[in-house]
């Protein structure tokens, strides 16, 4: 007698029927989640976007205080230059993320900014991500790193926002997270 019992066996298929009847073990269910954008991605996207306002601000903005000649005070951080800048560089990054969800770097290399819950981004979300978020992380430099370390590649801006910035029409597939079932047994009181 073998040591296995009947129930524990399968029968072997004899003929293509009881091959195609054969039980077979359960597939794993997967499921397809969008791709968060790395640092490296981030970075170069980052430096596009500052050749593009450096470009804006050097085209329409310096000229006019050229004419005026106060290129003198122009470097001071309470200069009308200096302020007009800043609400140029801040304005960029709200305007575009609120509008288009991306701006032109981000465009180039197929990034888009998403809420985490997927809706659509606020106000509130874009203006803690774009201009608080970002005036910390320009300040110090080190908040950017935590793109490359952190879950999901957020950075602190990302964090504070309820953002992740994500790769257009990339996927990864993974399996299914089972959910554990907790089932209702009375708990004997001990004594």
């Known amino acids: 007698m073998s040591e296995f019992h009947d129930e524990q066996q399968l029968p072997q298929p004899q003929t293509p029927e009881d091959i195609l009847l054969a039980p ?3 597939a794993k269910e997967m499921v397809m989640e969008t791709k968060t954008a790395g640092f490296w991605m981030r970075f170069w996207a980052y430096m596009i976007d500052l050749l593009v306002i450096g470009a804006v601000t050097s085209i329409v903005i310096k000229p006019v205080f050229y004419l005026l000649d106060a290129r003198a005070e122009q470097y001071a951080w309470y200069a009308p230059f200096t302020i007009i800048s800043a609400i140029i560089f801040y304005g960029y990054f709200v305007c575009m993320t609120k509008y288009l969800g991306q701006t032109v770097g981000k ?3 197929g990034l888009r900014v998403i809420a ?3 809706g659509e981004l606020t106000w509130s979300a874009v203006v803690f991500r ?3 978020g970002r005036f910390i992380c320009v300040k110090t430099v ?3 790193v935590l793109v490359a370390v952190v879950p999901n590649n957020k950075g602190l801006h990302d964090l504070i926002a309820d953002t992740v910035v994500i790769h257009e029409g990339t996927f990864l597939r993974k399996e299914k997270e089972e959910q554990p079932v907790w ?3 009375p ?3 001990t004594m």
Do not use: A, L, T
């Open 187 to 189: 708990v004997e009181p």
């Open 116 to 118: 985490d819950d997927g």
């Open 24 to 26: 077979r073990p359960q």
């Open 130 to 132: 774009e201009w608080i």
């Open 142 to 144: 080190i908040f950017y």
């Open 107 to 109: 465009m180039i290399f």
């Open 183 to 185: 089932k209702n047994e």
